[in-house]
């Protein structure tokens, strides 16, 4: 095995002209390194050279490292004016410690207003695991500017109690309440003839049933196992994505689970979330391994989906009919398919943070999935959703020709004989 090639030699801070993009890289980790060291006066001049290169993130570093120099030689002035330029640049990975040091300056210069603006800005921006730290942090200056109320929602967020109702919990609520309601209502039969996946009403135009079915289970092992598998699943996928896109992908998947199922599963009613959940699996599993997501959080749960989606598969065409697998395979594609397109945007991924993108503007540490990529995503669902009813609705309309035939030949045999 090869040993590692040595690392690039900075060049010289006090040289004029155009540095190349691995030079300025090695300048600003030259620049880390003395100020880890305490040589806050050379450290500046790495960061100086570098400020200007024509990638904003390499830019916002050395800013940032500049700031932080310049502060240590109690020059904060200088060091406020260098992170205030971090924050006219776009978003990069420099943003959000630039924004929690301006806010620091703010509270030092007793500016608590503009503290609280500056925390905010930070607080968007910020890792899960700053968050509470934050969050005290706006607690305080709440107090000290007299807005009790806030200060108490702040500490309640930083220690961890503060109610946060994602898109998630609102659709396991509302499902385990329909469910519920179904399971133990006197006018059972009539909620189930309304929602679920009534496959001949769908051949006739009721195409409402591909979603409400998602609202219905048929008892309530089966309606834990997929609101728990939801709450697993779904939170993550909604943390990666963001909320609107969430939704939109559970909408997705669930109206392509129902319609593998209309095709292949039969005439057999079917009651459950179970296809959408599976295509929570599905993004999880390409995005996951495709655009690799920095989420400490979720890599534990993301690892083990391979295994829990195998067993489910695997029990499914074991049970005898009992489950439909149809609606799980059809869920889990569309989802496979979402993930592999479409690159978390709420959380950074290994390839935002250290690729440059072609235009050379840089997200946040996100990576970025333009409107046509996710239209384009959910389309080719769409369109297999379409052309799936229409091909389950055309075998139903011909099988229900020939019983039609097959019946008018028994009774003109039957009427004849008795003739």
Not at 46 to 57: E, K, L, M, Q
Not at 305 to 313: A, D, G, M, S
């Amino acid at each position: 095995m090869d040993d590692p090639p040595p690392p690039l030699e900075a060049p010289d801070p006090r040289a004029s002209g155009r540095i190349t993009r691995d030079e300025a890289l090695a300048l600003v980790l030259r620049g880390d390194a003395l100020l880890e060291s305490g040589d806050y006066a050379e450290a500046g001049q790495r960061f100086s050279r570098v400020v200007g290169f024509d990638d904003p993130a390499i830019t916002a570093a050395a800013l940032l490292g500049l700031g932080e120099a310049r502060y240590r030689l109690d020059d904060e002035v200088g060091a406020v004016q260098a992170w205030m330029a971090v924050l006219e640049l776009p978003e990069t990975p420099s943003t959000y410690p630039a924004w929690r040091n301006v806010a620091a300056a703010r509270v030092r210069d007793r500016d608590l207003s503009g503290a609280m603006d500056a925390y905010r800005e930070a607080d968007r921006r910020a890792p899960e695991d700053d968050k509470a730290e934050i969050a005290n942090r706006l607690g305080w200056l709440a107090k000290e500017t007299g807005d009790t109320r806030s200060s108490q929602r702040y500490f309640a967020k930083g220690r961890g109690d503060a109610p946060r109702v994602t898109l998630t919990l609102v659709i396991i609520a509302v499902t385990s309440i329909v469910s519920l309601t179904a399971l133990f209502s006197t006018e059972r039969d009539a909620i189930y003839g309304l929602l679920q996946l009534d496959k001949p009403g769908v051949a006739v135009g009721e195409y409402w049933r591909l979603w409400s079915v998602t609202l219905l289970h048929g008892d309530l092992i089966h309606l834990a196992f997929n609101m728990y598998a939801l709450f697993l699943a779904g939170s993550i996928v909604e943390r990666w994505y963001g909320s609107i896109r969430f939704l939109a992908f559970y909408l997705a998947c669930a109206a392509a689970g129902s319609t593998a199922s209309f095709v292949f599963g039969g005439d057999v009613p079917s009651v459950g979330a179970s296809g959408a959940v599976f295509g929570m699996f599905g993004i999880l599993l390409t995005a996951g391994r495709l655009h690799h997501p920095v989420d400490r959080q979720a890599r534990g749960i993301v690892n083990q989906l391979v295994f829990l989606v195998i067993i489910n598969l695997v029990f499914g065409f074991t049970s005898g009919g009992s489950i439909d697998n149809a609606a799980h395979l059809g869920g889990l594609a569309a989802g496979l398919w979402l993930g592999a397109l479409i690159p978390p945007t709420k959380v950074p991924t290994l390839s935002s943070l250290w690729n440059r993108p072609s235009d050379g503007r840089t997200g946040a540490g996100r990576a970025t999935a333009p409107g046509y990529v996710v239209f384009l995503g959910l389309a080719v669902v769409g369109v297999a959703v379409v052309a799936g009813i229409a091909v389950g609705t055309n075998d139903r309309q011909g099988s229900s020709v020939d019983r039609r035939v097959a019946e008018s030949a028994v009774y003109g045999s039957a009427s004849a004989d008795g003739g």
